[in-house]
């Protein structure tokens, strides 16, 4: 077994082998921080599927206060999104509704109108562990689901307006006409 003194014969040696170790852990430290924040954003995955993307882009939000409560809209627009099967002959939104306590009038929508029609519109609920509930992007089990059925509007622009009791909210949404 080797003494101290035989590893390092003098206090150069041992300064000038710590400096040798301390230049090839700057040059490694460099290399790594180098070569680890040079990652291509595109290249990184995605946690999100397909489907939750297409969501995500087709969610429109709306926040109310009333009364001091807080009132959460989330509008997904459906049809874009391949996954969900939904009838093309509908122009399908789904409603998440959030308040920060359970009132009454979340069981029910007034009145809705996309481009200004009301006629042939229909909106039931969802269960909230269905399939079709789970495309809202922030799905919870808390929540209120609807689904809104319109007729098809060839048109690239729809607003839609939604009427609770006393909140009124209208949401624009933008088709992709070329698929």
């Given amino acids: 077994m080797l003494s101290k003194k035989q590893c390092f014969k003098s206090k150069k040696d041992k300064i000038s082998f710590l400096g040798v170790c301390m230049r090839y852990f700057l040059i490694f430290a460099l290399l790594l921080v180098f070569f680890g924040c040079n990652a291509k954003y595109e290249n990184r995955k995605s946690s999100l599927n397909k489907a939750q993307e297409q969501a995500l882009i087709n969610t429109r939000k709306k926040e109310f206060t009333k009364k001091g409560k807080r009132f959460l809209f989330l509008v997904t ?25 359970e ?24 269960d909230r562990f269905s399939s079709l509930a789970k495309f809202s992007p922030s799905y919870n089990k808390w929540g209120r689901y609807f689904l809104i059925k319109a007729p098809y509007q060839g048109v690239k622009n729809l607003k839609l307006i939604i009427e609770i009791e006393d909140l009124s909210f209208e949401l624009d949404f933008l088709k992709d006409m070329l698929k």
């Fill in 103 to 126: 009132y009454k009038f979340l069981s029910s929508i007034d009145a809705i109108s996309l481009n200004g029609k009301s006629k042939g519109i229909i909106s039931h609920g969802v």
């Fill in 77 to 101: 627009y459906l049809n874009p999104i391949k996954q969900a099967n939904i009838d093309n002959a509908y122009e399908t939104f789904l409603i998440n509704l959030y308040a920060s306590k």
